[in-house]
């Protein structure tokens, strides 16, 4: 009863946040476009983008673009992921698509772990979730 009701208000009170963050970061004057064209290029320089299928000039879908950026950029270049996608996101990218593949990005995992996305305990986390997870399909 009133429990439910409160955790319902609570769940719409923060998808409302998240969504509105998702909006601030694309903004109207082009900056979103920019930016996520600037990380695009820096990866393009560095050869990271050889495995992935052609796209059309300066597109790339988000989870790929957050994928390939934690992985090959600089730290610097990280927090410019952060200004056009909020932090939740980017740490929900990072947990599908690098912690789920376990001890294959072991190091990189830690070090985003404990100094990206400070997390206390970063063997505890990616213990937890670096266990593959099956699908139910139905």
């Not at 927090?79 to 990218?93: A, F, G, M, Q, S």
């Amino acid at each position: 009863g009133r429990f439910n009701a409160v955790l319902f208000c609570c769940l719409v009170y923060f998808l409302f946040l998240y969504f509105c963050n998702m909006l601030m970061a694309h903004d109207k004057n082009g900056q979103f476009e920019r930016k996520k064209y600037f990380l695009l290029k820096q990866l393009e320089d560095k050869g990271c983008l050889w495995s992935c299928a052609p796209q059309p000039e300066g597109k790339i879908d988000d989870e790929l673009l957050i994928e390939k950026a934690l992985l090959y950029l600089e730290f610097e270049d990280l927090h410019r992921l952060c200004e056009l996608y909020p932090i939740r996101y980017v740490k929900d990218v990072w947990r599908k698509r690098l912690v789920s593949q376990g001890e294959y990005y072991g190091i990189i995992n830690w070090l985003l772990a404990a100094m990206f996305f400070d997390i206390k305990k970063p063997d505890r986390y990616l213990k937890i979730y670096g266990k593959p997870r099956l699908e139910v399909r139905s």
